[in-house]
């Protein structure tokens, strides 16, 4: 999917879709761990230290992925630190911001199926629900 809001944007002349995808991936994550966290009565610091460390024994590298929650969730209120370190990935290294997008989606799918396992949302309810957080995000 990624690939496919690359080329549209690229034939476009423009990456409007997918910054916009990549925001809505962010923002998704972010709520669906601070979901877990409160659902477990930690802090979303906890939650993404411990996604950090499995993602480690595993052999997977999370450091972006950790960085972009860690500005959404632990940092100051807003938006301004996250779209800096997004426009800076990008800078850097094109393919890494991509890739970024694709952990999120994975970590998201992970996420959702916490909330499952755990017996604190299903799967349609907790889509349904992110669902209408993102479209409240996106039209104010």
Not at 76 to 86: L, S, Y
């Amino acid at each position: 999917m990624v690939i496919r809001v690359v080329e549209s944007d690229l034939a476009a002349g423009g990456a409007d879709h997918v910054n916009m995808l990549a925001i809505g991936a962010g923002v998704a994550a972010a709520g669906l761990t601070a979901w877990l966290a409160q659902e477990r009565d930690r802090d979303t610091a906890d939650i993404i230290s411990e996604f950090d460390k499995a993602a480690a024994s595993q052999g997977f590298a999370s450091a972006p992925l950790v960085k972009m929650l860690k500005t959404l969730l632990t940092g100051p209120t807003g938006m301004d630190q996250t779209a800096e370190f997004m426009v800076q990935l990008f800078h850097d290294d094109e393919e890494a911001f991509y890739d970024l997008i694709v952990e999120l989606g994975g970590y998201i799918a992970s996420c959702i199926g916490l909330l499952a396992a755990h017996g604190i949302s299903s799967r349609d309810d907790t889509l349904e629900a992110l669902d209408n957080m993102l479209d409240s995000f996106f039209t104010g």
